[in-house]
């Protein structure tokens, strides 16, 4: 019985602040031509979590998918990007909500990706939610400019976990991605 009561209680603490990634919109920039295009389409298509990739090649955007129940890492579509001779102008990502808590300079962790929003009024995302992430490569040298010196906190220079995060249980050197919503 004692089993069957910490089981109910985890299950319920996953189910009060979960969610998933399921997809996003990948913008990249320095694209010239069809092949420029083609050569990152087919670098995103290499990435083990991404299901599917659209191109609309007039925005030089990125429609992605990712596959149900896979690790998603977003460094990794910056890499594929990089790897292909381009950079990220900027990645929105799609996931559904469930009890995340979405507040200025608050963290939150969802599918082991450890979230800090940067601006928000404390509101609870529910449901299908698209954040932006603003870190150094996922943004335009200009535009990563422009959020790092709205915030005070120096994970957001280094990408990885300082006291504000600790202090909101996240593990020291462990990746931390800056987000809007």
């Given at each position: 019985?004692?089993?069957?009561?910490?089981a109910?209680?985890?299950?319920?603490?996953a189910?009060?602040?979960?969610g998933q990634f399921?997809?996003?919109?990948?913008?990249?920039?320095g694209?010239?031509?069809?092949m420029?295009?083609?050569?990152?389409?087919?670098?995103?298509e290499?990435?083990?979590?991404?299901?599917?990739?659209?191109?609309?090649?007039?925005?030089q955007?990125?429609?992605l998918v990712f596959?149900e129940?896979?690790?998603?890492?977003f460094?990794?579509?910056?890499?594929?990007?990089?790897?292909?001779?381009?950079?990220v102008?900027?990645?929105?990502?799609t996931?559904?909500?469930t009890?995340?808590?979405?507040?200025k300079?608050?963290?939150a962790?969802?599918?082991?990706i450890?979230l800090?929003?940067l601006n928000?009024?404390?509101?609870?995302?529910?449901?299908?939610k698209?954040?932006?992430i603003?870190?150094?490569?996922?943004?335009?040298?200009?535009?990563?400019?422009?959020?790092?010196?709205?915030?005070k906190h120096?994970?957001?220079?280094?990408?990885?976990?300082?006291?504000?995060?600790t202090k909101?249980?996240?593990?020291?050197?462990a990746?931390?991605?800056?987000?809007?919503?």
């Amino acid at each position: 019985m004692k089993k069957l009561f910490l089981a109910y209680i985890f299950l319920l603490f996953a189910l009060v602040s979960s969610g998933q990634f399921t997809g996003g919109s990948l913008k990249a920039s320095g694209l010239t031509c069809a092949m420029c295009t083609k050569a990152v389409n087919v670098a995103l298509e290499k990435v083990p979590f991404v299901k599917e990739v659209k191109v609309n090649i007039k925005d030089q955007e990125y429609k992605l998918v990712f596959k149900e129940g896979n690790n998603i890492d977003f460094d990794a579509l910056s890499k594929a990007v990089e790897d292909a001779g381009f950079s990220v102008a900027s990645l929105k990502v799609t996931g559904n909500f469930t009890g995340v808590v979405a507040g200025k300079d608050k963290h939150a962790e969802l599918n082991g990706i450890n979230l800090h929003f940067l601006n928000g009024n404390k509101e609870e995302l529910s449901g299908e939610k698209t954040i932006t992430i603003v870190d150094k490569n996922f943004l335009s040298a200009k535009e990563f400019k422009k959020y790092a010196s709205a915030s005070k906190h120096p994970c957001v220079l280094s990408g990885k976990a300082d006291d504000c995060c600790t202090k909101e249980g996240i593990k020291g050197d462990a990746r931390v991605y800056h987000v809007i919503i």
